[in-house]
């Protein structure tokens, strides 16, 4: 009998379904440091971004055989390496996209009619200060006719794009493996468009987008400083549901100050789960807790296709 420590939960649907084809699934979370320990009971260990299963850990748990990622990025798994020790690993790329794409535009909407910081300052007492906040939020913009660049052109990358698309925004795009090629967009009655879209450098993304929004995986260097903020147009927004690291928090903070930069949305950290005080603080900031793929449907679609992925591999 197969059994499966899902360390940091797995949907419903995603545990029926495992149940269902005879595996034994626990969903009670190990402490990091007792899972050499506790994994000695299992075949297979499920995880989000909470749980790291390194080296260290994989070379002591010789019966593991199988290490499944609920979501798109891998940082937390040393993959090739599990690979070379014979342990699979699977993940659900694809499940999540959607969600994190509708959350970038939710920060996008919030910066551009500077919600985060009325919501900060309502409600009010009189008159007086109902008009002096209707003054200081009038000038707001607009999505439509602008130019979001995104960076990272996978598959949460190309769903930002295609939101944008359907909004009436020029998209552009960077990533390290050039794309060219179409991104369908369906709308009412099932009519269906294709958009011919393609990659462009990284310089002219940072140089003349609008709005920029992050969709890499963990970088060792920031990919967003000081350098980049001095290259993009005055007044850009910035957001970023992919990874935190990636963008200098402290430039970032300062490029706010001086106006260069308009506004960010943040869904992730340097320092999570204590992010700098400057940056919660900060009025220009949008936040939210790396909650980019915490929707429902997601959470029943990665656990759905992680259970398939399973259930496969210990079939074939």
Do not use: W
């Amino acid at each position: 009998m197969i059994k499966i420590l899902a360390n940091d939960g797995i949907d419903p649907v995603g545990k029926a379904l495992l149940e269902q084809a005879g595996f034994v699934v626990d969903t009670e979370t190990v402490p990091q440091d007792k899972l050499v320990e506790a994994l000695k009971n299992y075949d297979a260990i499920t995880v989000r971004s909470a749980t790291k299963v390194r080296k260290e850990l994989i070379d002591q748990v010789p019966n593991l055989k199988l290490i499944g990622r609920g979501g798109v990025g891998m940082d937390n798994i040393d993959v090739e390496y599990a690979r070379e020790k014979g342990v699979a690993v699977v993940n659900t790329p694809a499940a999540s996209s959607l969600s994190v794409a509708e959350l970038v535009f939710a920060h996008l909407f919030t910066g551009a009619r500077f919600l985060q910081d009325a919501n900060r300052k309502m409600p009010v007492d009189g008159d007086t200060q109902f008009n002096t906040l209707k003054k200081a939020y009038a000038k707001g913009i607009e999505l439509k006719g602008k130019t979001l660049g995104v960076i990272g052109f996978g598959r949460i990358g190309r769903e930002t794009a295609a939101m944008g698309l359907r909004l009436g925004m020029n998209v552009i795009g960077y990533d390290l493996y050039p794309f060219t090629g179409h991104i369908s967009l369906t709308f009412q009655d099932d009519i269906s468009v294709d958009i011919p879209v393609k990659t462009v450098s990284f310089e002219e993304v940072i140089a003349e987008s609008d709005f920029i929004s992050l969709h890499t995986p963990f970088a060792a260097e920031p990919i967003l400083g000081a350098k980049e903020f001095d290259q993009m147009k005055p007044g850009v927004g910035i957001v970023n549901c992919s990874r935190g690291g990636t963008i200098d928090e402290q430039a970032l903070i300062n490029a706010l100050d001086s106006g260069k930069v308009a506004f960010a949305g943040l869904d992730v950290f340097d320092n999570e789960p204590t992010p700098l005080a400057a940056i919660l603080q900060h009025p220009k900031i949008s936040l939210t807790p790396h909650i980019g793929a915490s929707t429902n449907e997601a959470q029943e679609r990665i656990g759905s296709e992680l259970a398939s992925l399973i259930i496969a591999h210990f079939t074939k």
